[in-house]
């Protein structure tokens, strides 16, 4: 079994990260069954992070197709998108976005149906102006 280390740069079109092949299948590399622009799925993976620096660990992984073109334009994690990109942050919804406050008030309602100030001379519907009792007018309720 081989000793060598060797490292890869893996791809989903959008984003790109480096990571290095586990030695047990170091085996792919030197057998021409790993080759440079292959598709590979990952089964398994590790993720160590070493002396504030992470780095992916592929521990298992099968080719589902031999040498290809590149695919998109992968970015390094971490990294701003090129110039001249139109490629927009995609979002979950209903998560602000960093920066946002969460927790600030709505704007007001500038329309309230239930608002007496927003009716019009002839109030809701034109039945004439809405009063409570007590009000300015001196309004009375109705005795029986």
């Not at 979002?91 to 960093?98: C, E, I, L, N, R």
């Not at 009716?119 to 309004?139: C, E, F, I, L, N």
């Amino acid at each position: 079994m081989s000793q060598n280390r060797y490292r890869l740069m893996l791809s989903d079109g959008t984003n790109s990260q480096q990571a290095v092949l586990a030695t047990q299948k170091s085996s792919m590399v030197e057998s021409g069954t790993l080759q440079l622009n292959c598709l590979a799925k990952l089964l398994n993976y590790n993720y160590n992070k070493t002396s504030g620096k992470g780095m992916l660990v592929l521990l298992d992984l099968e080719i589902k197709q031999g040498p290809c073109s590149l695919i998109g334009e992968p970015v390094q994690l971490g990294q701003d998108p090129p110039r001249g990109s139109t490629q927009v942050p995609s979002q979950a919804p209903g998560v602000p976005y960093k920066g946002s406050n969460p927790y600030s008030k709505p704007e007001p309602n500038t329309h309230n149906p239930y608002n007496t100030a927003n009716r019009g001379a002839g109030g809701a519907g034109g039945r004439g102006p809405v009063s409570t009792y007590g009000g300015q007018g001196g309004d009375q309720p109705i005795s029986s």
